[in-house]
């Protein structure tokens, strides 16, 4: 079995080939960009989604959503480079960053949704607490004993082993299961929530091995004047950041996947799950309360 499933993108333009050809890897071709977000309406909605359905629902998973909804419409940017050319992903698969905390010690893990474009954002608020609560529990055995094997790596030989690792999955596309490397770990895009650490903006650096062109990092939601209908009223903004390969993503996609946040966080009532339809959580599925912006 594969690693990953995929499909050869055809007619490649010669822009593209060029940028392909100017960067060997993603140390440098990196863009950044910031889009600022009212998010009235979304704390709105999550607080009525809160109190119809029990669910813990918080930006993190409205993001998650939005993300899947902006790949499915440019699946152009739903891609991995290989021997230099691009390969569209079959699957929309989406990731967090879990901070892991253990006898003092803190670590850096994720937590995906696999097919995330074709699921309700109630199935994703659930499916993504679950992977969260396994991870930070270390009961994803995949996942564990993957970095069991990093800890055991010497130093001397850790820039050898990420290149090695990520040259065997996504250079040949192997299935490195056997050797306790998770499928797919991280996805076609990665969201990390630096709002948490209370930061407005924040850019996270692309990280070569695991071949993800797109990191999203949500800021803190911040009371800010805004101007409606000529008058300028208190409102509540969100800075989403982001860093992404210039070597096949571009301005154009850039364009739609910023169109698709805003459109969708903006009108959150009209774009995600209607709340008149979503049925109460079961006890199993309510957690306890925590901020909108998780």
Not at 22 to 44: C, E, F, I, Q
Request: glycine share 6%; hydrophobic share 45%.
């Amino acid at each position: 079995m594969a690693h990953l499933e995929l499909i050869p993108k055809e007619n490649v333009s010669s822009f593209r080939k060029l940028a392909i050809g100017s960067w060997k890897t993603a140390y440098d071709p990196t863009v950044y960009g910031t889009m600022t977000l009212r998010m009235d309406k979304a704390l709105a909605y999550i607080e009525e989604f809160r109190q119809k359905t029990g669910i813990r629902l918080t930006v993190t998973h409205l993001l998650a959503k939005a993300m899947a909804e902006a790949l499915r419409r440019c699946p152009d940017a739903n891609a991995i480079l290989r021997y230099n050319r691009i390969y569209l992903r079959k699957r929309i698969t989406i990731s967090t960053l879990v901070v892991q905390t253990d006898g003092g010690k803190v670590d850096l893990t994720s937590a995906k949704i696999d097919d995330a474009e074709q699921k309700s954002l109630r199935e994703i608020a659930a499916e993504l607490e679950a992977a969260v609560q396994k991870v930070r529990q270390r009961k994803d055995e995949m996942l564990e004993k993957g970095k069991g094997t990093i800890h055991k790596m010497p130093y001397a030989f850790l820039n050898f082993f990420t290149w090695l690792i990520s040259f065997f999955m996504y250079t040949l596309n192997w299935d490195m299961t056997w050797a306790g490397m998770p499928r797919d770990a991280f996805g076609s895009a990665i969201i990390t929530n630096v709002g948490s650490l209370g930061l407005d903006t924040a850019y996270v650096p692309l990280v070569p091995y695991t071949r993800v062109p797109i990191f999203i990092a949500p800021g803190a939601i911040k009371d800010a004047p805004v101007v409606e209908n000529g008058k300028v009223v208190p409102g509540k903004l969100m800075n989403v950041n982001a860093s992404f390969d210039h070597r096949f993503i571009d301005g154009f996609h850039a364009s739609i996947l910023a169109n698709t946040f805003r459109e969708m966080l903006e009108n959150p009532f009209e774009h995600f799950d209607k709340l008149d339809e979503v049925a109460p959580a079961l006890p199993a599925d309510v957690k306890p309360p925590v901020s909108a912006a998780g």
